[in-house]
């Protein structure tokens, strides 16, 4: 069964070099594992949708929980779906851009087209906020 994951995180100090490396660990290991997704970073917080296999998504969302580079791990949504959102995205880096007139719009052309209605305000609604 194929699940997906939205969870938000806090790192208030993270380096930016280490989002870097979460990506690349993410393009090294997702494929193998069958996840796909996409990761936010305002700076502050993380908020990162997964999807994959239920046992596969799950026993990542225990590995990053547990990843002392950030903390306070929340899960805003979790279902089961037929689809993936993110087919094609190893770890899409969703940029977030400065100015907060235009995120909104820089969103709606970065999120994937196949994201439930819910899911993808949960996730402009992140965008949005300093
Ligand atoms: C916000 C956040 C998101 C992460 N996302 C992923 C991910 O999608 N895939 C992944 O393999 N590791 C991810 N990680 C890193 C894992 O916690 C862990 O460090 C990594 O999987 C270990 O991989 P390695 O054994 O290849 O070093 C993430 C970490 C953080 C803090």
Redesign the pocket.
């Given at each position: 069964m194929l699940s997906q994951y939205l969870y938000i995180?806090t790192?208030p100090t993270l380096p930016r070099e280490?989002v870097e490396a979460?990506l690349s660990?993410?393009a090294?290991?997702?494929p193998v594992?069958g996840?796909t997704?996409l990761?936010l970073?305002n700076g502050r917080n993380?908020l990162?949708l997964?999807e994959g296999e239920e046992s596969e998504v799950a026993a990542?969302m225990d590995?990053?929980t547990?990843?002392p580079?950030?903390s306070g791990v929340s899960v805003l949504d979790r279902r089961g779906i037929d689809q993936r959102a993110c087919p094609d995205w190893?770890?899409k880096r969703v940029m977030i851009a400065e100015s907060i007139a235009s995120r909104r719009e820089m969103l709606e052309q970065e999120l994937p087209d196949n994201l439930d209605p819910d899911v993808r305000k949960m996730i402009v609604n992140f965008a949005v906020l300093n």
């Open positions: 995180s790192a280490e979460i660990a993410s090294q290991n997702n594992r996840i997704g990761l970073f993380f990162q997964l990542l590995t990053i547990a990843d580079r950030h190893a770890m």
